[in-house]
């Protein structure tokens, strides 16, 4: 009888330590239900919720920075284009002028006389000119009474021909010399600040002076140069 309760009491034991490892070992029945999908993609708290925007093109705000420098876009030395007394100075150092303004001026008298007298010939030409046309109309009406020899028209047709080139001659004469009277006014070739005067009123100047008049920078816009690295390029 005490054999019998002996075992009674061991298999107590065990089932009782069987339990025990089973609750410590087996995992809970939630961790094994695997996850279960719907429609939406997602598990049991329902679908995922997506949020959708129109595609559209912008700046993107990337900034870098880098060590640089500022220079005036464009220094200018202005020189003279032809030889002569400066009779004036027309800027003060440190002044803003415009585009086209007079800086200085040049003694015009010799480059005047020859344009005056690149005008004066083509006035001669001119009538030299008109008085062989008229000759060629008189030498055509004798022609046709064969009052003259058909080669003296021929002639009269080339010394009107030679007149008309000398006179387009004359005309190129006159707009170089009409040019280099314009150089004796030396004007700003853009809109900037004005330097240190290189010469003074009552020099002579020269087109070959190295120094030139004045120097201008252009101020506005200014350049900006800088460097990057290339891994940021």
């Not at 939406?40 to 912008?58: E, I, Q």
């Not at 700046?59 to 920075?65: C, E, I, S």
């Not at 004045?214 to 900006?224: A, E, G």
Request: hydrophobic share 40%.
């Amino acid at each position: 009888m005490a054999i019998r309760r002996r075992s009674i009491a061991t298999a107590i034991v065990a089932l009782v330590l069987v339990g025990v490892a089973g609750v410590v070992w087996w995992p809970p029945a939630k961790q094994q239900q695997q996850p279960r999908f719907g429609r939406g993609g997602g598990g049991d708290d329902g679908p995922v919720p997506v949020v959708a925007a129109l595609a559209k093109r912008s700046d993107v705000p990337v900034y870098l920075d880098g060590v640089g420098t500022i220079r005036a876009l464009n220094t200018v030395t202005v020189r003279s284009q032809v030889d002569g007394k400066l009779l004036s100075v027309n800027y003060t150092e440190g002044q803003d002028v415009e585009r086209g303004y007079v800086l200085a001026r040049i003694d015009p008298t010799t480059y005047q006389a020859a344009y005056d007298q690149a005008v004066a010939k083509k006035a001669l030409d001119e009538a030299t000119l008109a008085n062989a046309r008229l000759d060629l109309e008189r030498y055509n009406k004798l022609v046709s009474t064969n009052s003259i020899a058909r080669q003296q028209l021929d002639t009269q047709r080339m010394t009107v021909a030679q007149q008309e080139a000398q006179v387009k001659l004359d005309q190129a004469q006159i707009d170089n010399a009409k040019a280099i009277l314009d150089y004796t006014q030396i004007v700003a070739p853009l809109a900037g600040r004005t330097g240190i005067r290189q010469v003074d009123e009552g020099n002579i100047v020269h087109a070959s002076d190295a120094n030139g008049i004045v120097v201008i920078t252009q101020l506005q816009p200014l350049s900006v140069l800088f460097t990057l690295p290339q891994q940021q390029l």
